[in-house]
């Protein structure tokens, strides 16, 4: 139980262009879930947090225009990076808490390469 | 929250126990110690997280000092599949966002 997927698991796209990350838990409700990315050999970096049926919350410098998040549904969320450019290249991780509470399940990460 | 403290890099032989120290000196008591690690190119994975109690699942056991201001992750058998950065996270509910420093890199080697 407890397993959250992610699509697409790698994107390669032309800088200017506009790439959407599903997060999807799939054997449990989730209110709440969360973006991280993670460049090279760095650790995981909080973007935001994203709540059902609510705006999602941002992290400090973390450009909420180019990074959409969309929580419509209490197993989906989505993450649209917008314009891309090379600098938003990237290992892209979402996270899901149950409804009912409890540890926070990660999904397997997308990999964004932009061009 | 409480911020953690963890070896950068550790070695372990395969199949010896691998022990993987994090220092949280500064915890609340209420805030549990959590654990996750991430292998090469994958999302973080929960081990195991506990409170004061010593802590036992199929992947690892929690211990955690008296004064809870460490604890130790024990892999019992370590294999190389085991090879991945593990992350002490200490915080009042991991429902909550996760601030992962830069964790322990553990290679098991044959």
């Known amino acids: 139980g407890a397993v959250v997927s992610q699509h697409p698991s790698w994107v390669i796209c032309k800088s200017g262009t506009s790439v959407k990350i599903e997060c999807r838990s799939l054997?449990?409700?989730?209110?709440?879930m969360f973006w991280y990315r993670q460049f090279p050999k760095q650790s995981l970096m909080l973007m935001a947090t994203?709540?059902?049926?609510?705006?999602?919350?941002?992290e400090q410098g973390v450009e909420k225009d180019k990074f959409l998040i969309n929580h419509a549904s209490l197993t989906l969320s989505t993450l649209t990076v917008t314009s891309a450019h090379p600098e938003d290249s990237s290992f892209y991780i979402c996270?899901?808490?149950?409804?009912?509470?409890?540890?926070?399940?990660f999904g397997p990460g997308t990999r964004l390469l932009v061009l | 929250d409480a911020k953690t403290t963890q070896p950068t890099s550790m070695d372990c032989a395969e199949g010896r126990a691998a022990n993987l120290p994090c220092n949280h000196s500064?915890?609340?008591?209420?805030?549990?110690v959590y654990w996750y690690r991430q292998i090469h190119s994958q999302g973080p994975q929960y081990i195991i997280h506990?409170?004061?109690n010593n802590e036992t699942n199929e992947m690892a056991s929690l211990i955690i000092t008296e004064d809870r201001k460490s604890s130790t992750l024990i892999l019992p058998h370590a294999t190389l599949r085991d090879t991945a950065v593990y992350y002490c996270?200490?915080?009042?509910?991991?429902?909550?966002?996760?601030?992962f420093g830069g964790g322990t890199r553990l290679m098991v080697k044959p």
């Open positions: 054997d449990f409700q989730a209110t709440t």
């Open positions: 506990g409170l004061k």
């Open positions: 994203s709540n059902e049926g609510s705006k999602a919350t941002y």
């Open positions: 500064t915890i609340s008591g209420n805030e549990y």
């Open positions: 996270i200490v915080r009042v509910g991991a429902g909550n966002m996760l601030t």
């Open positions: 996270s899901a808490v149950p409804a009912g509470g409890g540890t926070q399940y």
